[in-house]
């Protein structure tokens, strides 16, 4: 988990039970250790997305014009990964099996309904 706690199992997935198989003070510095944890992933996402608000509304934007995105509409809106000559597991499922990462939309059927966000938009404007 972290250097806290180490990397220890502190609970069976077999049977459930009202007991716990650890003793209060374990159980009060696990719930801080992970407390602290998702303090934490809460705040990096937090900045991440004040960070990169542009892209996030951009991305947005794309979403509600069309449903589903492709890669290639990401790569479009965002440009390459910035990690260029490093094939990760996703290029590599795709390149071997030779497909895209959504299925064409489908076509001839009934239109969606607006979001309640493209809604309120149309009415603020």
Not at 23 to 33: A, H, I, Q, Y
Not at 82 to 92: A, I, L
Request: hydrophobic share 30%; net charge negative.
């Amino acid at each position: 988990m972290n250097e806290v706690i180490g990397p220890v199992s502190y609970g069976g997935r077999d049977k459930e039970s009202f007991q716990k198989p650890f003793s209060e003070k374990t159980g009060e510095m696990l719930d801080n250790e992970v407390r602290k944890m998702i303090v934490a992933a809460h705040k990096r996402t937090r900045d991440l997305l004040t960070e990169k608000r542009e892209e996030v509304v951009k991305v947005a934007e794309r979403l509600l014009e069309k449903e589903i995105l492709t890669r290639q509409d990401m790569i479009e809106l965002l440009g390459k990964r910035p990690f260029t000559g490093q094939s990760d597991d996703m290029d590599k499922y795709l390149d071997k099996q030779g497909e895209k990462s959504a299925p064409p939309p489908f076509e001839g059927g009934p239109q969606p309904e607006p979001s309640v966000a493209s809604k309120t938009a149309e009415v603020r404007s």
